[in-house]
């Protein structure tokens, strides 16, 4: 089961409001929904979470990038949810890192004059290891875990949250009560 919603914060304290997000397919998608739900551009939180797996945390403060932490990258990445949020860059890829680069692609090392052996003794262990990097997603939190710091949420109360951790975000925010409204 999900759970999403968004904050924003006012002059007036927080604001909460539910959020769809079938309509949302990328990072941009739910970034412009965030700024969307402030028109002044004061900071907006995504929260997403799935029950007892892992949770996510997007912050937009006006049109600055989007910041992100996802508690645990391999759960998340089981979900269409959390796949949004683990880009090439939150991931350290560079983007389009999937393997089917044809710049990547070296038949037989002549076409820049490096010798396959030369390939080999660069990439340590052949290459096997650094294939593998491309794809691999870690265990464990992912991104900037100061991402509420000046909120009140220091990044080790992040990293320790599990089980209603968007309710524990919401209580040390002073947002509970909002937040249960859309809940």
Do not use: C
């Amino acid at each position: 089961m999900y759970f999403a919603a968004l904050l924003a914060r006012t002059e007036d304290g927080w604001e909460a409001s539910d959020t769809e997000l079938d309509d949302v397919e990328t990072l941009s998608d739910l970034t412009d929904l965030a700024r969307e739900a402030s028109p002044d551009e004061d900071t907006v939180l995504v929260l997403i979470e799935q029950e007892d797996a892992w949770f996510g945390v997007v912050r937009v403060d006006g049109e600055e990038d989007p910041r992100i932490y996802v508690s645990d990258a391999s759960a998340a990445a089981r979900s269409s949810y959390g796949e949004i949020l683990l880009t090439d860059e939150l991931l350290g890829r560079a983007p389009g890192d999937d393997g089917d680069d044809l710049d990547a692609l070296d038949l037989d090392g002549t076409e820049d004059g490096e010798s396959d052996d030369e390939d080999e003794a660069n990439s340590g262990d052949g290459g096997d290891a650094a294939a593998g990097t491309g794809e691999a997603v870690p265990h464990g939190p992912v991104g900037d875990a100061e991402v509420l710091d000046d909120l009140g949420v220091s990044e080790k109360e992040l990293r320790s949250m599990s089980g209603d951790a968007v309710g524990e975000i919401a209580e040390a925010l002073g947002a509970s009560d909002v937040l249960e409204t859309v809940r």
